[in-house]
């Protein structure tokens, strides 16, 4: 599946609280989040524990929103310039200039 906003590939997991939560489809070592695919197909993701910490089956995977870049700029459109502090974006000011009565 796929992220709705960056595209990637991401794997939609059902925490023990039974909400989606998207995580990284790659395993990472890193991750804070253990998943499984439990007994009927789905993959399972909880937060380890001292208690329970990763078992056997489990496989560390970081949350898709710690990872996710955002929505890709679109194609044809130029990244606007980052202006340097104290620099007025001139274009930005006539646009809330026009919008007045
Ligand atoms: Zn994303």
Do not use: F
């Amino acid at each position: 599946m796929q992220c709705p906003k960056c595209r990637r590939l991401v794997l939609w997991t059902t925490t023990e609280a039974g909400k989606r939560l998207a995580v990284d489809i790659e395993p990472d070592v890193e991750g804070n989040t253990a998943v499984y695919r439990n007994g009927t197909g789905t993959w399972v993701s909880r937060r380890p524990t001292d208690e329970l910490p990763v078992m056997r089956w489990e496989r560390l995977h970081k949350p898709h929103v710690a990872t996710c870049p955002g929505p890709m700029p679109r194609h044809g459109r130029p990244v606007p310039p980052v202006l340097p502090p104290g620099v007025a974006d001139m274009s930005a000011y006539r646009r809330k200039a026009r919008g007045r009565p």
